[in-house]
């Protein structure tokens, strides 16, 4: 359909204008980790976030306050889980993953790809994305918690402490 009714319209500029500013303040007063991408669980969170809000805006059936309800139980889990994260490191190691070396010294570690399901030549576009076109220039090849891929060349390796698994 086109065009519903002016009510209709009128509904989602006020109450997605009320849920847009109850959701700001929501991640004001959150902190900055409830949008932070450092682990798949992060990401779970802002994309749940942001399909509240388009339910909110598109559904009548779902009122302001449920979707504040909503905004406000996923900052909650969040920053619980986060702290459970911190506290402990025995649940940190249920939530989030660890990273994983998929090149060292040049040479790819075929298990540790084939674990996370990745190929050489996935880790040959990092290497070319970070402008390296040789990888024996390249000490290690990580793939982080959050999916990406950090790439250390050899002259940037220094002791290899960032490397430690925590």
């Known amino acids: 359909m086109w065009f519903d009714s002016w009510p209709d319209i009128l509904r989602t500029v006020v ?3 009320a849920a847009y500013v109850t959701l700001v303040l929501i991640l004001r007063v959150s902190g900055k980790r409830t ?3 450092l682990n798949a669980f992060d990401l779970v969170v ?3 976030l942001g399909s509240t809000l ?3 805006l598109l559904s009548k059936d779902v009122s302001w306050a449920e979707g504040a309800t909503a905004f406000t139980l996923l900052a909650a889990l969040q920053f619980g889980v986060a702290t459970a994260s911190t506290k402990w490191p025995v649940s940190r190691k249920v939530i989030t993953s660890q990273p994983a070396v998929l090149l060292w010294d040049g040479v790819f ?3 540790a790809l ?3 399901r990745l190929t050489e030549a996935e880790i040959r576009q990092a290497a ?3 402008g390296y076109g040789d990888l024996s220039l390249l000490a290690a090849v990580v793939l982080e918690t959050n999916g990406k891929l950090s790439v250390i060349p050899v002259q940037q ?3 290899g402490s960032a490397l430690r698994k925590d």
């Open 157 to 159: 390796i220094g002791d």
């Open 114 to 116: 084939r674990s996370n």
């Open 128 to 130: 070319r994305e970070s």
């Open 46 to 48: 802002s994309v749940a």
């Open 35 to 37: 949008l932070g991408q």
């Open 109 to 111: 570690e075929r298990d």
């Open 54 to 56: 388009a339910t909110i």
């Open 15 to 17: 109450v997605g204008s």
